[in-house]
């Protein structure tokens, strides 16, 4: 198994510009969690999806924030626009039902 | 809400002693309970789970962890460690039965091993 694919690995973007995160969960997992990781904060659940349904956007910091999951296989985590702030890890996990969840490797943003 | 609390926040051991991280949490039902480790620039890795049953439970990479109910406790521990096992390792606990599925992560706890 490939485990939880993210894309881009890394991003640098101005502040203002459109920036979207990709994820690829584990096959046959039914829920999908975007995490965020910062040094002040540490890491943080932004929303999670079970079977393509948004559950709980509860941590989406702001209305920049948007998440989808069109299918089983793919998820985008898009903020618009960014803002330096933002600068962060962001991580992809994927589970099924509530068994352990598996990362993916992340993605590291940088808002200039 | 559950919380998890990792009181330490960076520890050091000399390579072949052994290591213990505490972790408590808090949560009104039996939960779910996890380690997970987290190298430099890398993504998280489970370690080991619990779920249920045997309260001690054994992980990969020699490590181990006991659930301890009366003291809301999870403790992760190794009895040598190894220069390669320098990381950051983070408790998290999750709902069981029908509850929130999302993880909350304790604030993790950067380990140095000395040669």
């Known amino acids: 198994d490939a485990g939880v694919i993210q894309s881009p690995r890394h991003e640098v973007t101005e502040m203002g510009q459109e920036v979207t995160l990709r994820c690829k969960p584990i096959?046959?997992?039914?829920?999908l969690f975007w995490y965020r990781q910062t040094m002040m904060r540490g890491l943080e659940l932004l929303i999670y999806?079970?079977?393509?349904?948004?559950?709980?956007d509860s941590g989406m910091p702001e209305d920049r924030f948007s998440a989808k999951m069109p299918n089983a296989s793919f998820s985008t985590l898009k903020i618009q626009p960014s803002e330096p702030r933002d600068s962060a890890v962001y991580f992809c996990?994927?589970?099924?039902?509530?068994?352990?969840?598996?990362f993916g490797p992340g993605t590291r943003l940088t808002v200039t | 809400a559950q919380s998890v609390t990792q009181p330490d926040i960076h520890i050091t051991v000399s390579e072949g002693a052994s290591l213990e991280l505490r972790c408590n949490y808090s949560?009104?039902?039996?939960?779910?309970l996890f380690w997970y480790v987290q190298s430099p620039g890398q993504g998280l890795q489970l370690l080991l789970k619990?779920?249920?049953?045997?309260?001690l439970v054994q992980g990969i990479k020699g490590f181990e962890a006991e659930f301890k109910r009366s003291q809301s406790s999870f403790n992760l521990r190794k009895p040598s460690v190894h220069w390669s096992d320098a990381a950051e390792y983070f408790c998290a606990v999750g709902a069981s039965g029908t509850g929130r599925r999302a993880l909350t992560f304790g604030s993790g706890t950067r380990l140095q091993v000395q040669p």
């Open positions: 999806f079970n079977n393509n349904v948004p559950i709980d």
């Open positions: 096959s046959g997992h039914n829920s």
């Open positions: 619990y779920f249920s049953g045997d309260t």
């Open positions: 996990a994927s589970s099924y039902d509530q068994g352990e969840q598996y």
């Open positions: 949560y009104g039902a039996t939960p779910y």
